[in-house]
């Protein structure tokens, strides 16, 4: 289907694709969606009380042990619930489709995700904001994975762009875009420009 479309930047990513959205990003898309209704669910775990030998049970604390104002805050409404909920009324809205009346937050996730998983196709050729939703969908995945893991968040580390500009990039970086020059730069490039140099406060 796509295989004599010109190429063109991937609507997400920005690096040359036939598709408007890359197979792959597309799949980092589902993947979210798939699986964060469990983690909805593994956060709720993470907030119960844990016992440490025989003595008392013990929950977590901001900053110290489990994260539990982080975990707290992507289980409330406007966490989880406010990225796919937000932007599955929005889809819902546009195709002027029923949304249901659900109260809790829980369920809320799981038809808001399942809307979106159904509806993905539409959302990569079609959707102005599919950028929008990709890079929201992977901020809440991975911070509700450190949570759950206890990893940390991946180090940021700035680069120079050929006009000068310092580029903030991760070793996960897919693609960076200059903002004053509007270079573009994919995975390796953008791991390959030289570092940054550090300015005095």
């Known amino acids: 289907m796509y295989d004599d479309a010109p190429e063109q930047p991937c609507a997400v990513c920005d690096r040359p694709s036939r598709e408007r959205v890359h197979r792959g990003c597309r799949e980092r898309m589902a993947e979210a969606l798939r699986e964060l209704p469990a983690l909805y669910r593994q956060l709720g775990d993470a907030l119960l009380p844990s016992r440490r030998g025989d003595g008392p049970a ?14 707290l805050d992507l289980r409330a409404r406007g966490g989880i619930e406010g990225v796919v909920g937000g932007w599955a009324r929005e889809l819902c809205e ?9 109260q809790s ?3 809320i996730v799981e038809w808001s995700c399942t809307i979106l998983w159904h509806n993905l196709a539409v959302i990569c050729d079609e959707h102005p904001a599919v950028k929008e939703i ?8 991975g911070q509700a994975r450190r949570i759950i893991t206890g990893e940390k968040p991946p180090r940021r580390i700035g680069v120079a762009c050929h006009c000068g500009r310092t580029l903030k ?4 970086t897919a693609g960076v875009r200059c903002p004053d020059c ?17 300015r005095a406060a």
Do not use: F, I, K, M
Not at 58 to 71: D, F, M, Q
Not at 94 to 102: F, G, L, Q, S, T
């Open 94 to 102: 546009r195709e002027r489709w029923d949304v249901p009346a659900y």
């Open 182 to 198: 509007s270079a573009q730069y994919g995975h390796s490039e953008a791991l390959q420009l030289p570092l940054a140099e550090r």
């Open 134 to 141: 990709a890079q929201e969908l992977a901020q809440v995945v």
């Open 169 to 172: 990039v991760t070793l996960d």
């Open 58 to 71: 013990v929950s977590g604390t901001p900053g110290r042990g489990l994260p539990g104002g982080e975990a």
């Open 105 to 107: 937050v829980q369920a």
